[in-house]
């Protein structure tokens, strides 16, 4: 491959909303991009490739020197995607502040979830140091807005139909 033309980004968890932000960004700059996605959409753009491929069965027969997870709920699935990358040198998760915030949560379905993630991500951080893999984590609090559906459309909803709006601290 020349210098001229770089490889292809791979991204793992394009369908929610911060995948969607990452694939815009990226198609701005130029990126070539393979997204990964059991379903692919029914939309495309010149330098992305879909590639309809259930990750949670088995890894994807592809590889990359980067690798962007957009959806903290893909993380597992990023771990073991890239361990089945040799070429990789460099990842970017986002993961969930929960995992600082709702550590010890009274819920066991949040206690589980939280230790998923943690499992996950504890899981890149050790192949990545193994393999010399710059690694980078992003814990966002809450992702929204964007171009598609937002985690603050009811939000935004429910202050539509009221001419008040609560304030707390």
Not at 85 to 103: E, H, N, Q
Request: proline share 7%; aromatic share 4%.
């Amino acid at each position: 491959m020349s210098d001229s033309v770089a490889a292809p980004i791979l991204l793992v968890g394009p369908g929610g909303p911060a995948g969607r932000e990452i694939i815009a960004t990226l198609l701005e700059a130029a990126a070539a991009i393979i997204a990964v996605s059991p379903s692919v959409p029914e939309y495309s753009r010149p330098n992305l490739t879909w590639m309809q491929h259930d990750l949670s069965r088995e890894h994807a027969r592809v590889q990359s020197q980067v690798m962007v997870c957009a959806d903290a709920g893909s993380l597992p699935l990023a771990a073991r995607q890239a361990r089945a990358m040799p070429t990789l040198r460099r990842i970017v998760a986002l993961s969930s502040a929960s995992l600082v915030f709702k550590r010890r949560a009274a819920d066991p379905e949040t206690q589980e979830t939280v230790e998923r993630l943690l499992e996950a991500e504890q899981a890149l951080a050790t192949m990545a140091e193994k393999r010399g893999i710059e690694l980078t984590v992003l814990r966002p609090t809450l992702v929204y807005g964007g171009r598609g559906p937002s985690a603050l459309d009811g939000v935004r909803s429910w202050l539509e139909r009221r001419s008040w709006v609560p304030v707390a601290g």
